[in-house]
């Protein structure tokens, strides 16, 4: 079975400043990962992925995460923090489902505040 | 414009009743899937679909009902069987489900309270 964490339920960072989530995931197989953002009252929105290859990956808004198999992780991060920033994050691992499909299982997420 | 749709997005209902929520994709995607999110515990899985008139069981399908007659329609039916029905329930979809490597994309959700 698969699993994600996500250490720490809320980070809180200064505007302008490095933003650094974390995520470390458990897979029998190479995992494919997902970091999705939700603002209030909202659906998710993919911020980046990793499937194969290259094993830093940007994404949009500035966000990047870099795959480490050596440490099961694959954190997100953003160099200098905006006010929009602030949403939940989430971490996901997929796998295929028993009838196809492709099962995602989250993380329980990371809200992160930014102050001024 | 493609996209999710989710309707209604604030739903009221007394207890012991079913309700049904509706998603709706013009993505032509042919998976789709229902999660359920409450606070501090991520999103769950309920059902997921791969194809027309097939449906898998999710990890916490348990008082839910769900239905695929058409490939751009996912309703899922909560029913009075659900102990704890009032969350989050968000629809999403994948371009095929064949690999495990689709992104999914999500409609904007809608909030389902049960008194």
Redesign the interface.
């Given at each position: 079975a698969q699993s994600v964490t996500q250490l720490g339920?809320h980070v809180s960072v200064s505007e302008g400043a490095l933003v650094l989530l974390r995520c470390n995931y458990s897979s029998s197989v190479p995992p494919?990962l997902?970091w999705?953002v939700q603002y209030p009252?909202?659906?998710?929105?993919?911020l980046l992925?990793y499937?194969t290859g290259a094993t830093l990956v940007k994404g949009i808004n500035g966000f990047e995460a870099e795959f480490k198999k050596s440490e099961t992780s694959f954190h997100l991060t953003k160099p200098s923090a905006h006010m929009s920033d602030a949403a939940e994050y989430?971490c996901a691992v997929?796998?295929?489902?028993?009838?196809?499909?492709?099962?995602?299982t989250?993380?329980?997420?990371t809200q992160l505040k930014v102050e001024l | 414009d493609g996209g999710?749709t989710?309707s209604p997005k604030y739903l009221f209902r007394k207890e012991g009743q079913n309700v049904t929520l509706s998603c709706e994709q013009n993505l032509n995607h042919d998976?789709m899937?229902w999660y359920r999110q409450d606070p501090?515990?991520?999103?769950?899985?309920i059902y997921?679909?791969?194809?027309v008139n097939?449906?898998?069981k999710?990890d916490i399908a348990e008082g839910y009902s769900v239905s695929r007659e058409k490939k751009e329609s996912f309703p899922l039916t909560v029913t009075s069987a659900q102990k704890n029905p009032t969350a989050?329930y968000?629809c999403?979809s994948?371009m095929s489900?064949?690999?495990?490597?689709?992104?999914?994309?999500?409609?904007?959700?809608t909030?389902l309270t049960v008194t």
């Open positions: 339920s494919y997902f999705y009252n909202q659906g998710l929105q993919l992925k499937t989430f997929s796998q295929r489902g028993t009838g196809g499909g492709n099962k995602l989250f993380g329980t997420g | 999710i989710q998976a899937y501090g515990q991520g999103l769950r899985l997921y679909s791969q194809i097939d449906f898998q999710g989050f968000l999403a994948s489900g064949a690999g495990a490597y689709d992104e999914q994309y999500f409609g904007p959700g909030r």
